[in-house]
Nanobody
Framework: VQLQASGGGLVQAGGSLRLSCAAS????????MAWYRQAPGKQRELVAI???????TYGDTVKGRFTISRDNAKNTMYLQMNNLTPEDTAVYYC???????????????WGQGTLVTVSS
């Protein structure tokens, strides 16, 4: 199973970006999917989680600005980020709990990360 994150880049404060995370490989089903981020010198923090039923949970710092969504048919998750601030600058990682095959349980997988830089 591989997760490919994309969509990062440089944006001015107040701008928007949309991240994508596509899962591929041996996938029977995907449970929760999530975005995390890690800023320089800081610990990795949760940004948002979405269940396979679409229930969303957000970190306090992004509530009202970010929206997580997923397309189960495409095994893809998105993060719409609006009203970005320099404090949102970080490497964003996607995570998914995947059941690769009927004989296997859920396993956690990480994408490679995509850099988001917000200039003031």
């Amino acid at each position: 199973v591989q997760l490919q994150a994309s969509g990062g880049g440089l944006v001015q404060a107040g701008g928007s970006l949309r991240l994508s995370c596509a899962a591929s490989g041996s996938i029977l089903s995907i449970n929760n999917m999530a975005w995390y981020r890690q800023a320089p010198g800081k610990q990795r923090e949760l940004v948002a989680i979405i269940t396979n039923g679409g229930r969303q949970t957000y970190g306090d710092t992004v509530k009202g600005r970010f929206t997580i969504s997923r397309d189960n048919a495409k095994n893809t998750m998105y993060l719409q980020m609006n009203n970005l601030t320099p404090e949102d600058t970080a490497v964003y990682y996607c995570n998914a709990r995947v059941r690769p095959a009927p004989s296997m349980g859920l396993h956690g997988y990480w994408g490679q990360g995509t850099l988001v830089t917000v200039s003031s």
